[in-house]
């Protein structure tokens, strides 16, 4: 009696490796349907009915169907059979060990950076939202993180705010609301992973301020005179500050702020703060 061996390791998804004493063999499908092919180039597709003994076998190619074909020249279907085998072996470990990784909960490594190391916010000039990247590579990329999963750290809120703003693809960005004149670290942390801390400097700029005028106009007597006249003095009343107030909130804004549009309330300063209004951090009112 000659030795045998065979085996059969299934891979997933109706696939097997077949491993014999002289080929390797694949097959695909499940009960009722099979196709196998093996490194000798031998192709087999098997239909059936479960249950009923009832099925259809068709085998091709091979070794011995080459050489019928050949009409008694001699071929060989050794190279052929080997590429093959390289193949079939190449696609089973592939499979083994992504298999093997994903039950081991191997994952890609997360890295967790901001796009550049420092920013400015410079008030002067200033017309919109200052924008801050965050860039996230891992197991998932941005646009499939939910930006309450990344903690953002800023260690001087007082200078400056960071809100979430939107995401695309492997970015995350974030707003900076500045406050005042001063310098912010911030970090990002994202699946246990933490950023290097990035510097973020605040420069309010010089806030305009209302100066008042005071002409005074002298009237000097001739030298002959012995009674004075006492000199007339004009005092221009500077107008008054307008402030505008949104259709919600408890802030008043001067009309360079960005928050300002065409349905804010035009109001004195005075009554603004008489109503219980403050002013706004952005703009100073």
């Known amino acids: 009696m000659g030795l045998r061996f065979r085996k059969s390791i299934k891979l997933g998804g109706g696939a097997k490796l077949n491993i014999g004493k002289k080929s390797v063999g694949l097959s695909v499908g499940g009960k009722g349907a099979r196709y196998t092919v093996n490194s000798s180039g031998r192709r087999t597709k098997s239909v059936g009915i479960p249950g009923t003994g009832l099925s259809y076998v068709s085998t091709s190619g091979g070794r011995k169907s080459s050489s019928r074909r050949s009409h008694g020249r001699k071929t060989s279907s050794t190279s052929k059979g080997g590429c093959l085998l390289v193949i079939i072996i190449f696609c089973a470990i592939s499979v ?34 200052f924008e801050i990247d965050l860039k996230i590579k891992g197991e998932k990329r941005a646009k499939d993180i939910d930006p309450k999963d990344v903690k953002i750290v800023n260690n001087n809120s007082d200078v400056c705010q960071i ?51 005071t002409t005074t106009t002298t009237t000097a007597e001739p030298e002959t ?51 219980g209004y403050e002013p706004c951090k952005v703009c100073g009112g």
């Not at 083994?96 to 990784?101: A, C, E, R, T």
């Not at 912010?184 to 305009?208: H, L, N």
């Not at 004075?228 to 259709?247: D, F, G, L, N, S």
Request: proline share 4%; charged share 20%.
């Open 96 to 129: 083994i060990v992504v298999g093997i990784s994903r039950l081991l909960g191997y994952k890609r490594p997360t890295t967790v950076e901001w796009q550049k190391n420092e920013y400015s916010v410079t008030m002067t000039g200033y017309d919109k939202d």
């Open 225 to 275: 005179t012995t009674e004075a006249i006492p000199a007339t003095t004009t005092t221009h009343v500077p107008a008054e500050t307008i402030v505008y107030i949104t259709a919600s909130g408890d802030k008043y804004h001067n009309k360079s702020c960005r928050y300002y549009d065409d349905t804010c309330t035009p109001m004195t300063l005075q009554d603004a703060q008489n109503a």
């Open 163 to 213: 809100t979430y703003l939107k995401k695309s693809t492997y970015y995350i960005t974030y707003t900076v609301i500045p406050l005042k004149d001063g310098f912010a670290d911030v970090t990002a942390t994202y699946d246990g992973v933490t950023s290097d801390p990035i510097t973020i400097t605040v420069d309010m700029g010089e806030k305009a301020t209302t100066t008042t005028t």
